[in-house]
């Protein structure tokens, strides 16, 4: 019996996204300006999604990174690197604001952007601090 071809991963609207949100806030880093302004002037309007997480990151972000420090082991935001942060925030906004988004949805999506964008060793601690960091957004262990 033959095996089916593998069929290409489709594209997912919300990954694509999450992409999007890291990369406006990634912009907004490099460029010292604040997320919404990034948001704003843009060419192409982002999706509802993009907008979501990006204004919820900024609005949200001192305590959003409170709570990623407490659980950083090792690294403070200052030293973090400016993608791993990014991608931490966008996971801890959907932790803490997004309830209809699973646990295993959020750090999984975390992990591959930061996998795709940053370091060898970044998806294990996006991964690790994540996990963390479910128990005490929403209070569940992701496991």
Same mark, same amino acid.
Request: glycine share 6%; aromatic share 4%.
């Given at each position: 019996?033959?095996?089916? =071809?593998?069929?290409?991963?489709? =594209?997912?609207?919300? $990954? &694509?996204?999450? +992409?999007?949100? #890291?990369? /406006? @806030?990634?912009?907004? +880093?490099?460029?010292?300006? $604040?997320?919404?302004?990034?948001?704003?002037?843009?060419?192409?309007?982002?999706?509802?999604?993009?907008?979501? /997480?990006?204004?919820?990151?900024?609005?949200?972000?001192?305590?959003?990174?409170?709570?990623?420090?407490?659980?950083?082991?090792?690294? $403070? /935001? %200052?030293?973090?690197?400016? #993608?791993? @942060?990014?991608? #931490?925030?966008?996971?801890?906004?959907? /932790?803490?604001?997004?309830? &209809?988004?699973?646990?295993?949805?959020?750090? %999984?999506?975390?992990?591959? @952007?930061?996998?795709?964008?940053?370091? %060898?060793?970044?998806?294990?601690?996006?991964?690790?601090?994540?996990?963390? @960091? $479910?128990?005490d957004l929403r209070g569940t262990d992701p496991a």
């Amino acid at each position: 019996m033959e095996a089916e =071809p593998r069929r290409p991963k489709r =594209p997912d609207r919300r $990954s &694509d996204a999450r +992409e999007r949100a #890291l990369y /406006l @806030l990634y912009e907004a +880093e490099a460029k010292g300006i $604040s997320p919404v302004d990034a948001l704003e002037v843009q060419i192409v309007e982002p999706d509802e999604l993009t907008t979501v /997480l990006v204004r919820g990151v900024a609005e949200h972000r001192t305590r959003l990174g409170e709570a990623i420090a407490a659980r950083a082991t090792g690294w $403070s /935001l %200052d030293r973090m690197p400016v #993608l791993d @942060l990014s991608v #931490l925030l966008i996971g801890a906004y959907e /932790l803490a604001e997004r309830p &209809d988004v699973p646990v295993a949805v959020v750090i %999984d999506e975390a992990v591959e @952007l930061a996998k795709r964008f940053s370091t %060898d060793n970044s998806g294990r601690y996006v991964n690790g601090v994540l996990s963390a @960091l $479910s128990e005490d957004l929403r209070g569940t262990d992701p496991a």
